[in-house]
């Protein structure tokens, strides 16, 4: 690792624009506006931040970019001259990203290449991951740089403030003074000691001999002054004249008497020297100086020098010298400020410097011959005619003066040939690679094989620059001091012999060999740049302009803020910088690009192209045909007159289209999109959008999101798109043109339906939902609606419209006007709302649907797609004058049955084949006999009206045989049914009936209505179904199921099965072992006699039942309130049934206390030991849980955890204080644990 010069070209590490400079990446600034002193926490965003703190106590958090910020470096490094490796670093960092100012501060700089400046106070500044560099010049600092080559530096304005600096993995750089103390880490180090007269020793604590140490001072006469090192006590001492300088720990005087890596500099003159063993006499020659030792400047004799294979400084002097550098990454002393002198645009010249590692090779005065090596060098030509050769590696090549060859070799290469004297043409080689060159008067370069970038530096009077080998991969910059294009002229043209010429006012600025002015004619990698404005213009075709055509513009904005750039009538191409700038291209066909500032772009007059790119822009078309593109940020775009298209890309983006057939498209955000005048296509794209059509027959689609449509006046066609949007269809009849109704529904061709006369070949719809739940509004007009997948709202409103939707649960109203609904699911389960509304409506559903004709004494049509297994529709306002048609497409005219059944008070049930296919709610029974308005029809298009029997109208009275029966009913009114002998079936339908099985095993099923059912003798099975039964079972094991409704079951003898349903329900078990099972309502459960089984545990909280045991053993299960009593009451008087019970309580925390009824004698005291109370508890844990019993009011208490979980009546403590049968159970695990008396 070499150190010299580490700060020489810090001036140009700080220069301004890129060379093509076309785009650059955001800076996110973030400061103190105020001058406060409390103390702040800045943290940056992932790209790169400028954070400054304040005067206050500061925290800043650089993220993960490369941040960049305010540099308050002069201050640091006042009279340092040698350390110029710091442009290396400042390329790295971007210059500065992270100011703490004054105060205490503690700087973060990510993951990044992050530049840290400490300001006043004791600060700490921690690099962390990444190249970084950290600076600070005031108080006791610590500068931590983390892993990666960092660059540290704590040169203090003030004397006694010590500071800390660790460099942490990588090759770090650290830069200190005044009793610092430096700590490389791990890598290769260099260590800068910059010492004056009076300051404290600098400490090294991890100095190896792969590290470097340059001592800085002001003035060194080794004539008289001394440089010596010598051992300490664990350690090794630097002297200047007997002065302590710098204490190394941790080595040895032997292990470093032959180091060459520690030297001393003047910054004063720049001269360099080796540190001697304190044995030997500061005058005496220093056989074993480095190689790096900078030769005598005033020798004039020419040198053959050759580097070593590490890296070298090699300076020939003022002879004619052949220098060859070796195999390393060979540096020196920079001469490139008097050849950059003048130029404005060669910035990127900081990271090939970087890159080069700065210079190695520096021929000085006479004719050199610097050969480069295999590393990446830096090699100056000096005065004379040089040769500069590179050879292998990204090399730079400089020379200002005489007739120089620079040759790059392989590598990416730079090659600087501007000569400080007129007439002093150079030959300019970039060989392979991608390299850089720049020439001037009189120049020939040749960039070789890969892209290339030719500079070309030009005055007024030069001789033109030739380039041999110009390709349309390559690029051309032709830099001149002021240009006006209002007055001047940068053109093209062919030249005689072949080749391609370039203008700057008809003048000849250079040459491109081997090309042709139709291989250049659109080519964009050609331009000029005025170094003392910073704009950028394209080049124009000489031939076009002297044809008489209107003149064109390319033109560039710098990167400071406001410009503004005014094109020509000819065809202009105009791009704004990166701060904010105001473009107007005029007449022509123009093409303007904006920045990442907020840009201003006006098209003019003409078919222009306008690109708004990143930033918040405003980009107007104004006449003519023109293209819009908003690009990144919040844009707003205007068409003006012409058929236009906008987009506004990402960003919550305004579009308006103005006059013309425009198309507007909104991209990402939430956009707003207005297409104005003509006929307008408008698509939203992703994001919740807003369009609005305008006044003719536009387009809109609403795309990705919840967007908002609006037609406007016209016949236009609206498609919400994914998302739940909402449609409205405004005036005109809005619909589009299709000629395929088989889409609509699979299950039936829409030529058979209804439909046929009301949706002629061109109607179809012309308000889309798409996907989401959408809302469409039909408006004023004839619309056509589709509501599409999701749970859609279709509202046609006035006008005599068309609804339809076959995806979703949705909601169809037809509003004012006959119309059409039509809602046919392709998924089953998905049951739609059908109001037709005012005017005689033709509504089609299926599968579930509620279908309203609308009450306003107009004939209405309900069509029923229907198939076996479907839920039956619903239509809730029949009337004698509507008619009803079901579509069954495989009903069988001649063996298929079709009837009308009661099915409530006022309900008519429409039955196909045994299955219900419709329900009519609320109509006049005695005004359906014999009625043709309600018919079945097939897919052959025959239809039969439903049948009617004397009886369907009236109650039945049907008996069976002795032997196997299976009736049913079908009166709508309170039917008998008997079964006899026999394992008989017996069904009734709608009505209060009555059924007696009889004998056999039996089948009862009471379906609707209050029914009586009565198993009598045999293994019966009952079920009442809806409304509030009576189950009777008899003899036999009987099952009984009460349904839904407050019924009362009743096993009667032997072992019955009662379960109550849904409902208020009251199971009685009489005698025998029965099971009663309740869980939905309050209940009551009674077993009667015989060991017993009730379970009351409730689906859902806050309904207790009441559980009564009776005689035996028996088991009661409850939770949440409920009651369980073991026995019962006679006149007052308690019983107790001499069992022993089972009593489980199902608890779970926040239930209410479960009161169980225990019973020991007459007189309701004492306790019935046998009986058994099981509370089970989830994750019931011993260790932790308590289960304890205590009095209470009526009773004794069980709680577990202190929440009471049951009371049992009539008992005291005194009377369980023995007890052994009352139990805790935890249900994970199963464990049962006995209850405790609470103290």
Not at 155 to 164: I, Q
Not at 431 to 440: H, I, K, Q, T
Not at 654 to 667: E, F, P, S, Y
Not at 696 to 716: H, I, K, Q
Request: charged share 25%; proline share 2%.
């Amino acid at each position: 690792m070499d150190m010299l010069w580490l700060f020489a070209l810090l001036p140009l590490g700080l220069a301004g624009a890129a060379f093509s400079g076309f785009g650059d990446d955001d800076d996110n600034t973030h400061d103190d506006a105020s001058e406060e002193h409390s103390g702040q926490r800045l943290t940056g965003t992932s790209g790169p931040d400028l954070l400054t703190g304040g005067d206050g106590n500061d925290t800043i958090m650089g993220g993960g970019g490369n941040d960049r910020g305010v540099s308050e470096l002069d201050s640091i490094i006042d009279g340092v001259t040698s350390l110029d490796d710091m442009t290396g670093a400042l390329h790295d960092a971007g210059v500065f990203g992270l100011d703490g100012g004054a105060g205490d501060d503690s700087l973060n700089g990510g993951t990044g290449g992050d530049a840290l400046i400490g300001g006043a106070g004791n600060d700490t500044l921690a690099g962390n991951v990444g190249d970084d560099l950290l600076a600070d010049d005031s108080g006791q600092d610590t500068l931590l740089g983390g892993s990666g080559d960092d660059g540290l530096i704590a040169l203090d304005n003030m004397a006694g403030a010590a500071d800390l600096l660790d460099g942490g993995a990588g090759d770090d750089l650290m830069l200190g003074d005044d009793g610092d103390t430096m700590t490389g880490g791990d890598g290769e180090d260099g260590f800068g000691i910059v010492w004056s007269p009076g300051d404290a020793p600098v400490t090294i604590t991890d100095f190896t001999r792969d590290d470097m140490i340059e001592v800085v001072v002001d003035g060194f006469d080794p004539a008289q002054d001394s440089f010596l090192m010598d051992s300490l006590e664990g350690g090794v001492g630097l002297y200047v004249n007997e002065a302590l300088v710098g204490t190394l720990e941790g080595t040895t005087l032997d292990d470093l008497h032959s180091s060459d890596s520690i030297f001393l500099t003047d910054s004063a003159t720049g001269d360099q020297y080796g540190a001697e063993a304190a044995t030997k006499a500061p005058d005496t020659p220093d056989e074993t100086a480095p190689e790096e030792e900078v030769t005598d400047p005033a020798d004039l004799i020419g040198q053959h020098l050759t580097g070593t294979s590490g890296p070298d400084l090699l300076t020939g002097g003022d002879g004619n010298d052949t220098i060859m550098g070796g195999g390393g990454n060979d540096r020196g002393v920079s001469e490139l400020d008097s050849i950059i002198d003048g130029v404005t645009s060669l910035d990127d010249m900081t990271g090939a410097l970087h890159d080069a590692g700065v210079f190695g090779l520096d021929g000085g005065a006479g004719d050199d011959s610097l050969n480069g090596g295999t590393g990446g060098d830096a090699l100056i030509g000096g005065a004379g005619n040089d040769t500069l050769a590179g050879n292998v590696g990204d090399d730079l090549l400089a020379d200002d003066s005489g007739q120089d060859t620079l040759l790059g070799g392989s590598g990416d290469d730079w090659l600087i040939a501007l000569d400080t004297v007129a007439g002093a043409a150079d030959l300019l080689d970039g060989g392979a690679g991608d390299d850089l060159l720049f020439g001037d008067d009189g120049d020939t370069m040749t960039g070789g094989d890969g892209e290339d970038g030719f500079g070309i530096v030009w005055a007024p009077g030069d001789a033109p620059v030739t380039i041999t080998d110009f390709t349309h991969h390559d690029m051309i910059e032709v830099m001149v001091d002021g240009f006006d294009p209002a007055q001047d002229s940068f053109l093209m043209g062919s030249l005689e012999g072949g080749g391609v010429g370039l203008y700057v006012n008809d003048a000849l600025v250079g040459t491109l060999e081997g090309t042709t002015l139709d291989e250049l004619h659109d080519s964009d990698a050609i331009f000029l740049t005025d170094s003392a404005t910073g704009y950028q213009y394209g080049v124009a075709d000489l031939a076009q302009t002297a044809n008489g055509a209107d003149a064109s513009l390319a033109a560039r904005s710098p990167d400071t803020a406001g410009h503004v750039i005014l094109g020509t009538n000819g065809t202009d191409a105009l791009e704004a910088g990166n701060a904010g700038d105001t473009l107007s291209g005029f007449a022509g066909p123009d093409t303007l690009t904006g920045g990442a500032g907020d840009d201003s772009l006006s098209g003019g007059n003409g078919f222009d192209l306008l690109t708004g790119n990143a930033g918040d822009d405003t980009l107007s078309g104004e006449m003519g045909n023109d293209t819009l593109s908003g690009g990144d940020g919040h844009d707003s775009l205007s068409g003006g007159s012409g058929d236009d298209v906008l987009a506004g890309e990402a960003g919550n983006d305004t579009l308006v289209g103005w006059d013309g057939d425009d198309v507007l498209v909104g991209g990402e955000g939430n956009d707003a999109l207005d297409g104005s005048h003509g006929a307008d296509t408008l698509s939203g794209g992703e994001g919740d959008d807003t369009l609005l059509g305008g006044g003719e027959a536009d387009s809109l689609s609403g795309d990705d999101g919840n967007d908002r449509l609006s037609g406007g006046d016209g016949a236009d066609m609206l498609s919400g798109g994914t998302g739940d949007d909402t449609l409205f269809g405004n005036a005109g009849n809005d619909r589009i043109a299709s000629d395929r109704y088989d889409q609509w529904n699979s299950r039936w061709l829409a030529s058979q339906w209804q439909l046929d006369q009301a949706i002629k070949d061109d109607d179809v719809f012309g308000l889309r939902g798409g996907e989401g739940n959408d809302r469409l509004d039909g408006g004023t007009g004839d619309d056509a609606l589709m509501g599409e997948a999701g749970n859609d709202t279709l509202a046609g409103n006035v006008g005599n419209d068309l609804l339809f939707d076959n995806l979703g649960e949705n909601t169809l109203l037809g509003g004012s006007g006959n119309d059409t609904l039509v809602s046919t699911d392709n998924e089953d389960g998905q049951p739609d709302l059908l109001d037709g509304g005012r005017g005689s409506d033709f509504l089609m559903g299926d599968d579930g649907d509620t279908m309203t004709g609308g009450d306003d004494g107009r004939q209405d049509t309900f069509q029923i797609l229907w198939e076996p297994g479907d839920t039956p529709v619903t239509i809730t306002d029949f009337a004698g004058r509507d008619r009803v048609v079901i579509l069954y497409e495989n009903f069988d005219h001649d063996a298929g049955s079709f009837w009308m059944e009661r099915s409530g008070e006022s309900d008519v049930t429409l039955m196909i084949d045994g299955e219900p296919a419709a329900t009519l709610s609320n109509v006049d029974l005695d005004a359906l006999d014999g009625t043709t308005a309600i018919l079945v029809k097939n897919s052959w298009h025959r239809a039969i009206p439903p049948s009617l029997s004397p009886d369907v109208l009236r109650g039945e009275y049907i008996v069976g045989h002795e032997a196997w029966d299976q009736l049913s009913s079908r009166s709508m009114r309170g039917d008998t049914l008997v079964g006899l002998g026999g394992d008989d079936a017996l069904t009734s339908r709608a009505g209060s009936d009555l059924l007696l099985g009889g004998t056999g095993e039996d089948t009862l099923t009471g379906n609707d209505g209050d029914d009586t059912l009565e198993g009598a003798w045999g293994n019966d099975v009952l079920d009442g179904g809806d409304g509030d039964d009576l189950l009777l079972g008899g003899d036999g094991f009987d099952t009984l199921l009460g349904g839904a409704g407050n019924d009362n079951l009743s096993g009667n003898g032997w072992s019955d099965s009662l379960d109550g349903g849904a409902g208020d329900d009251t199971l009685y078990g009489k005698s025998g072992d029965d099971t009663l099972t309740d869980s939905e309502g309050r209940n009551l459960l009674v077993g009667n006699w015989g060991d017993d089984t009730l379970s009351a545990l409730d689906d859902v909280s806050g309904a207790p039942d009441t559980l009564i045991g009776g005689d035996d053993r028996d088991v009661m299960i409850g939770d949440d309130g409920d009651v369980m009593s073991s026995g019962s009451r006679l006149n007052g008087v308690a019983v107790h049934d001499g069992a022993d019970d089972l009593f489980i309580v199902d608890w779970n925390e926040g239930d209410a206390p479960v009161e169980i009824q225990l019973f020991s004698w007459s007189d309701g005291s004492g306790y019935a030991e046998q009986d058994e109370i099981r509370i089970s508890v989830p994750n019931f844990d011993p260790a932790q849980d308590s289960f304890q019993m205590d009095s209470i009011e009526g009773g004794v208490g069980l709680f577990v955890n202190d929440a009471l979980v049951a009371r049992l009546a009539g008992c005291t403590l005194d009377t369980l204080r023995d007890c052994n049968t009352i139990v805790v159970a935890d249900e994970t695990s199963g464990n049962s644990y006995g209850i405790e008396i609470a103290a």
